[in-house]
């Protein structure tokens, strides 16, 4: 009997799949070596195949997409709740072939190497900055044991990094002296790591137009707009701007019953990177909108009425909805009063 679904649970090495007829019957049931995959679904008919999309889960894609076949990668969460009673590979295979036929299932778009790659930048960005932060707390405690503290900032930093240096600072015995050294040398290492990567990122920048539309954004520069870019595969695929910034996690958490609404905290599900940039690029402009209130309108009245950070999430939101219209329909971003004029 010929295969239609497949629902294959990928890993490290071990493969499970689960095939069904067109009449539901289960035709193949069988765990594959990592070498073996491309081997099987060569000899398959072109069909449809589900996955979760995972790690890898991108790259096994683009190989089945290339043999014919049609893949649909899911969100884990939501293929969990068909898997039927304990969980092994035979039973979410099982679950992933039940799942992936389900109308209102939702699909995450494949992406492809160049947008991984892409993303792999401002992961990589991410960690250093991690790394420097640590870097930059340690030095701060160590130098803390012996009485030496500066005032926070790069300018603090830089006394720091001044003491250290200096052979006439009779406060820094000779071991803590070698030792800070080094960490100040991971330091500025890692320091011009970030730079090689920033620019990366800026002539990815440079050379996509929807990115360039979304830094016209408030509150979204380049690393805002390149990861925009990146993440998102097809924003059609959202409804409306709604949809995607509850995809980022930028709208309340619903615990409604009856016909009364309730609403709570966000619900910080989907791509924390993302909600991270926005958030921060938000904070930014609340600052800039204090300084000059009457050039921001909406937020001074905001501000009046709602905590800082309340209003920043709320921004936030309205940034992820701004950016999801200029990638769908085009465009550049107006002033309100530009628009209202339009």
């Not at 070596?33 to 979760?52: I, N, S, T, W």
Request: glycine letters at 8%.
């Amino acid at each position: 009997m010929q295969i239609t679904t497949i629902g294959l649970d990928i890993a490290k090495n071990v493969f499970q799949v689960h095939g069904i007829d067109a009449v539901e019957n289960v035709v193949v049931r069988k765990q594959l070596r990592r070498g073996q995959v491309l081997a099987f679904f060569k000899a398959v008919p072109p069909c449809l195949v589900g996955m979760e999309a995972c790690a890898t889960a991108h790259y096994w894609a683009r190989e089945l997409t290339k043999l014919g076949h049609r893949v649909r990668l899911m969100p884990a969460k939501d293929v969990k709740a068909y898997v039927k009673r304990n969980k092994n590979d035979a039973a979410d295979a099982e679950a992933i072939c039940e799942a992936v036929r389900r109308p209102t299932m939702r699909f995450v778009g494949v992406k492809s190497a160049e947008q991984q790659g892409r993303l792999m930048q401002h992961r990589t960005r991410d960690l250093l900055m991690r790394q420097r932060t640590q870097v930059i707390n340690v030095l701060r405690a160590h130098l803390a044991e012996l009485g030496i503290t500066a005032a926070q900032g790069v300018e603090g930093l830089k006394e720091l990094l001044t003491i250290i240096a200096s052979d006439e600072d009779e406060r820094l015995p000779a071991d803590a002296q070698a030792s800070l050294i080094v960490l100040a040398a991971e330091l500025q290492a890692v320091q011009t790591l970030i730079g090689s990567i920033e620019k990366r990122i800026t002539v990815q920048h440079r050379g996509n137009e929807a990115s360039k539309r979304l830094e016209t954004i408030p509150g979204i520069g380049i690393v805002g707009a390149t990861a925009i870019t990146a993440t998102v595969t097809d924003p059609k695929a959202f409804r409306s701007g709604r949809d995607f910034a509850a995809w980022i996690g930028l709208v309340p958490r619903q615990d409604s019953t009856g016909g009364k609404q309730k609403l709570g905290h966000i619900s910080k599900q989907g791509d924390r990177y993302l909600r991270r940039i926005l958030v921060v690029g938000a904070i930014a402009v609340l600052q800039r909108a204090r300084q000059q209130p009457k050039k921001y309108p909406w937020l001074t009245q905001l501000l009046a009425r709602k905590p800082f950070k309340v209003v920043a999430v709320a921004l936030a939101n309205k940034m992820a909805r701004i950016a999801w219209a200029l990638l769908a329909k085009g465009g550049t971003y107006r002033a309100p009063k530009l628009a209202a004029a339009a």
